[in-house]
């Protein structure tokens, strides 16, 4: 009874599914496919080197090929999305501890959820005899979305942290400068205020801290920092800063100055969006209590003509 009540389109679909997962498990079958790896060719001569006990040598090597395999298609993906050194700006912006190919591998796991969804949906819709032909695009559509939401995730998630460190700029420099103006050192005074600070800057101080204890000059540290974030406000202090070091020039005069500057751009940048603001504000008034004005306004009008005409 469920077989006669199916549509075409569902029974084709089911069809094609089955047709799909035969022809896979078949081509698997091909010794040019299913064929083993170098490595597992190799590892029963060298067993006493890679796994003595010779226990979890077939689960290790399961393991190694499927990551090879999402390395794979790691690359792939990003090569045919391509940007890597914008995705690393964005990533080092958002704080992420990870790298490229990771958050490729993360939007292609989006992509194929969005598109397994989308499969799902279709076949739902032609189980229940209510697809149409617009409806094959369901699965590419939502494959699409989910690669486009995992960027848009990383793009919110650095314009969020930045945001939040040039908010966090002005206090740090004039705290710099008053560490420095008490006699501290320029790295004493970077310790203090990582310890006694709890935002995303002060967490890049520490982290320069930690490198300058591991060896790193001060400047070649404050260097990578800029670097890392690309922030025009931090890039700008820290090349004063390492300038001003490299000189000999009064720190504590630099930091003052630079964390004015930070003040007066954090001044632009709120008046800046004060004014887009104000043009956002004009669209409902534009749109919706304009229209309704004159709606009103004419309507009796129109009203008493239809009367006087009638």
């Avoid at 006669?4 to 022809?23: C, E, K, P, R, Y």
């Avoid at 081509?27 to 796994?51: E, H, K, N």
């Avoid at 930070?262 to 004014?275: H, M, T, V, W, Y």
């Amino acid at each position: 009874m469920i077989v006669l009540g199916l549509t075409d389109a569902a029974l084709a679909i089911l069809v094609g599914a089955g047709f799909g997962i035969g022809a896979c498990l078949l081509l698997s079958l091909v010794p040019r496919w299913g064929a083993p790896t170098l490595t597992r060719r190799i590892a029963p001569y060298i067993r006493d080197i890679s796994d003595p006990l010779g226990v979890t040598a077939p689960v290790a090597l399961s393991r190694s090929d499927r990551r090879a395999v999402w390395r794979a298609l790691q690359a792939r993906a990003g090569a045919a999305f391509g940007g890597s050194e914008t995705i690393a700006r964005r990533i080092d912006q958002a704080g992420w501890n990870t790298d490229v190919a990771v958050f490729r591998g993360r939007q292609l796991a989006w992509a194929l959820t969005g598109l397994v969804g989308g499969g799902v949906l279709v076949v739902a819709l032609a189980v229940s005899g209510r697809a149409n032909p617009a409806a094959a695009l369901l699965a590419p559509l939502f494959c699409v979305g989910g690669a486009i939401l995992c960027d848009v995730s990383l793009t919110q998630s650095s314009k969020a942290r930045v945001a939040r460190i040039e908010e966090e700029l002005p206090t740090v420099l004039e705290f710099l400068a008053l560490c420095l103006a008490a006699g501290e050192g320029i790295l004493d005074s970077l310790r203090r205020v990582g310890d006694a600070g709890a935002g995303e800057f002060t967490a890049e101080l520490r982290a320069v801290v930690l490198a300058v204890g591991t060896g790193s000059t001060l400047g070649d540290a404050l260097t990578r920092l800029s670097r890392r974030l690309q922030i025009p406000a931090v890039t700008r202090s820290i090349d004063h800063l390492v300038a001003a070091l490299d000189r000999g020039a009064p720190l504590a005069q630099v930091l003052e100055a630079q964390a004015s500057d930070a003040r007066e751009d954090a001044k632009r940048g709120l008046i800046e969006r004060a004014g887009r603001k104000e043009i956002y504000m004009l669209v409902p008034l534009v749109f919706l209590i304009l229209p309704l004005s004159v709606l009103f306004a004419v309507f009796p009008g129109i009203f008493m003509l239809r009367l006087g005409i009638e």
